[in-house]
C-alpha cells in the first residue's frame, strides 16, 4: 500500500499556500511539532479503503485526507485553504516520488476559532479530500 503523504506535503508547499504563511513552512503529518505557532497545516488520514479485485491485492486505495489549516489571521487563513483547495481540487495523474494518485478530489469543508485550544485566537478552517492511489 502507497500513502499519500508525500504528495500532500509536496502540493501544499506550493509558493501560493506558504505565502499565506509568510513564507514558512510548517507543513505536518499528524501532529505540529511542540512549540509551533500558526500558521501552520497538520494533514491526517482518515481512513482507507481498498478497490478489491478477484486476482489479487487492490490496485488501487482510496484515502480520506484532512487537510486543516491554521492562522491567527482570517483573511490570510482564507487565502490559504483557496490556494490549497485550488492546487489540489480535481487533480488527475500526478506523481511525487513514484506514488501516483489517479484523482484527488474536495469533499468538504468546515471552520471553527480555537480561543481555549491555542489561546491566540486561532482561526481554523479544515478541508476533506479523496485520493485515489495506485499501488502498482
Same mark, same amino acid.
Given at each position: ?19 499565506? *504563511? ?17 500558521? *501552520? ?6 481512513? !482507507? ?18 487537510? !486543516? ?18 492546487? *489540489? ?28 485550544? *491555542? ?18
Amino acid at each position: 500500500m502507497r500513502h499519500p503523504g508525500e504528495i500532500i506535503y509536496s502540493v501544499l508547499n506550493h509558493a501560493s499556500v506558504t505565502g499565506q *504563511m509568510g513564507g514558512v513552512s510548517n507543513i505536518f503529518p499528524g501532529q505540529a511539532s511542540p512549540g509551533t505557532k500558526p500558521p *501552520m497545516i497538520i494533514y491526517t488520514t482518515n481512513n !482507507t479503503t481498498p478497490q478489491n479485485t478477484k486476482n489479487g491485492p487492490s490496485s488501487l486505495d482510496i484515502f480520506e485526507v484532512q487537510i !486543516t489549516f491554521f492562522h491567527t489571521d482570517y483573511g490570510r487563513l482564507n487565502n490559504m485553504a483557496a490556494a490549497a483547495r485550488a492546487l *489540489m481540487d480535481y487533480r488527475t495523474e500526478l506523481t511525487v516520488n513514484g506514488i501516483t494518485a489517479q484523482l484527488i478530489y474536495f469533499k468538504d469543508e468546515s471552520q471553527s476559532f480555537e480561543d481555549d485550544i *491555542m489561546k491566540d485566537g486561532t482561526h481554523t478552517k479544515t478541508h476533506l479530500y479523496e485520493f485515489r492511489i495506485k499501488n502498482n
